[in-house]
């Protein structure tokens, strides 16, 4: 029984190698090819632990003399899973993080766009010449004559800035 112990123990180290050069890699990977090695990490990772779920059925088999070795060697071994997965997950906020940061950045950059085209409807609305001053601000009422909305807003405008 021990010998199916040991061989759970010589994959369960070749796999935690397989991964833990995965886990190094991932960062430097981008697209499909980085989806491809985070889903082959995670299966890996769910591999390992059912080992450890094989290794602790093993361990019950062994006569009770030899099991304290065997428990305190699977703990070792879970411990060091542990370790992977929060490696892992690490890298995985990492990207998550570098994401957000980047959406953030559109967001605004979507913002003055927008901003910048209401502005030039504001200023188109106006004939040459006509543009008062000061001009208004996007989401306050326009300051100029009293016959016409603005065009922005859609209230009337006031001369009250």
């Given amino acids: 029984m021990s010998s199916d112990f040991e061989a ?6 070749t796999i935690t190698a397989e991964v833990t050069n995965k886990i190094g890699r991932i960062p430097k990977l981008s697209g499909e090819e980085k989806t ?4 082959n990490v995670d299966k890996q990772l769910e591999e390992v632990r059912e080992l450890l779920e094989q ?3 093993e361990v019950r088999e062994i006569p009770i003399q ?6 305190s060697r699977l703990k070792s071994y ?5 370790k992977l997965e929060k490696d892992f997950r690490a890298h995985l906020l990492d990207n998550t993080e570098k ?3 980047s959406s ?3 967001e605004a950059g979507y913002q003055i766009a927008v901003e910048t085209d209401q502005f030039e409807a504001f200023k188109n609305a106006w004939g040459p010449g006509e543009v008062p001053e000061p001009q208004c601000d996007l989401g306050a009422v326009c300051v100029a004559s009293q016959e016409r ?8 405008r006031d001369r009250s800035y």
């Fill in 66 to 71: 030899s099991r304290p070795m065997y428990n």
């Fill in 78 to 82: 879970k411990g060091e899973i542990e």
């Fill in 149 to 156: 909305l603005c065009p922005v807003s859609g209230r009337k």
């Fill in 36 to 39: 491809q090695l985070v889903l």
């Fill in 104 to 106: 953030r950045r559109l």
């Fill in 8 to 13: 759970y123990e010589q994959d369960f180290g």
């Fill in 55 to 57: 290794m602790d059925l």
């Fill in 99 to 101: 994401l957000e940061r």
